[in-house]
């Protein structure tokens, strides 16, 4: 069974900076494309950022120039840093990644933005 774990939200103001990590453990033997998407109450959820195994990087528009997607493959891990965090940034973060044929979600972790 795997597992994907996100850590590293809470509040911070707008300026800011947090970094989220998300591991992925279980039964794996390599892992594919990761990312990370958010989610506001009430709006879909939407793509934040995406890195393939080869450290390929794509990020949404809103969040190009402050949010860095990286990874560390040998600990299955993916990082979030986000840098000068704007109030419209506050939304349930959830990593994502392929692992063989499935795609894995993460639980969610709370950004809040404080103006």
């Known amino acids: 069974q795997v597992q994907l774990v996100e850590s590293g939200g809470g509040l911070v103001q707008a300026g800011g900076s947090l970094r989220l990590s998300c591991a992925a453990s279980?039964?794996?033997?390599?892992?594919?494309?990761m990312g990370w998407d958010r989610q506001v109450p009430g709006k879909q959820r939407a793509l934040v950022a995406t890195?393939?195994?080869?450290?390929?990087?794509n990020n949404s528009d809103s969040v190009k120039g402050r949010f860095t997607i990286s990874r560390d493959n040998a600990k299955n891990t993916v990082y979030l840093q986000m840098n000068s965090l704007k109030p419209e940034d506050t939304a349930v973060y959830y990593c994502?990644?392929?692992?063989?044929?499935?795609?894995?979600w993460g639980e969610g972790t709370q950004v809040t933005v404080s103006s």
């Open positions: 994502n990644a392929q692992i063989a044929i499935t795609q894995y």
């Open positions: 279980g039964s794996i033997y390599s892992v594919g494309a």
């Open positions: 890195i393939t195994r080869s450290g390929s990087t």
